[in-house]
DNA sequence: ATGGTTGTTACACAA
């Protein structure tokens, strides 16, 4: 029985989460069959398929065994999905983009409220008065810190996702330089500790691989080996409440990674895939 | 302590 959700003999089932932003479903959908043959994830969560909804390739999703599909795209730009082995539920939907980009999509799998999300880049310029784009990124997240807050931390609720942040000092390859470029800057930092709060979210990857060892889950396509390069960031982040920690735990330590060598395959996004797995 | 690359699009822009 090839590995799935449900894992066997001893009444266990285990739902293995991954998000990846694939940089165009249409130019990757044989990486992402790829990714999924080697690492069976039972939902895949999309980030920049940069397609409407009636382009995905569906048929290489449901080949590669991920039939269940919720698809939120646009002309062009961002838009997420998610791909599940198992069936698909509604879920509560956030209004979080100002905008009105194809940025969030939400559902139920397996009793657990999934929230996937492509947060705005944020622009150059880490000042909210000059820069609309650096004022949209916080505003986004202050809008899903707001509905987070409302939550039960109960419940079985995980938000994942390019949250386009870096979060701690050992999740750039410079703290001191990075802390004045967009993606690391103390307010967006600030923001990310205030989601966090908000329903005391464990940040599975890092909890896993606690600190202070290095994380990086995207390299810039500017440069020329990534690995020599050493320049990267830890934007893409799967987040569980305190409901899903004993699930998340169930192994001793968090199960969660980072799959770099993904960033190394021919024509890769300059994403690499992040899973984690829940026990229950 | 910063040069360049990629994807979609339409003849730039966003990342």
């Known amino acids: 029985m090839r590995p799935g959700f449900f894992s066997g003999m001893d009444g266990t089932m285990r739902l293995r989460l991954a998000t990846w932003n694939v940089n165009s479903v249409r130019l990757r959908a044989e990486q992402a069959a790829r990714f999924v043959r080697e690492q069976a994830p039972d939902v895949l969560c999309l980030q920049e398929i940069k397609c409407r909804d009636g382009e995905f390739p569906v048929q290489a999703f449901v080949e590669a065994g991920l039939p269940h599909l919720k698809i939120s795209g646009q002309k062009g730009w961002h838009g997420v999905a998610i791909a599940s082995r198992l069936p698909i539920e509604e ?3 956030l209004d979080l983009c100002r905008e009105r980009h194809a940025r969030a999509v939400s559902a139920r799998v397996a009793g657990v409220e999934l929230h996937n999300l492509y947060v705005p ?12 784009k650096f004022d949209h990124k916080l505003d986004f997240l202050e809008r899903l810190t707001a509905e987070m807050a409302r939550r039960d931390p109960l419940a079985p609720l995980a938000i994942v996702g390019d949250l386009n942040v870096a979060p701690g000092e050992h999740d750039v390859w410079n703290h001191r330089f990075m802390s004045k470029v967009v993606s690391h800057t103390p307010q967006e930092v600030a923001a990310m500790e205030a989601l966090r709060a908000s329903l005391k979210f464990l940040d599975l990857t890092r909890e896993a691989t606690p600190d202070p060892q290095k994380l990086f889950s995207w390299w810039s396509y500017r440069a020329l080996d990534f690995r020599k390069s050493g320049r990267g960031l830890r934007l893409d982040h799967i987040w569980v409440t305190p ?3 004993d ?3 169930r192994l001793g330590s968090a199960a969660s990674r980072i799959h770099d060598d993904v960033r190394a395959w021919e024509r890769p996004s300059d994403h690499a895939p992040v899973s984690a797995d829940l026990v229950f």
């Open 91 to 93: 879920a509560p939907p």
């Open 121 to 132: 880049a944020g622009g150059d310029a880490p000042d909210r008065a000059a820069n609309p």
């Open 243 to 245: 409901g899903l920690k």
């Open 247 to 249: 699930a998340a735990f």
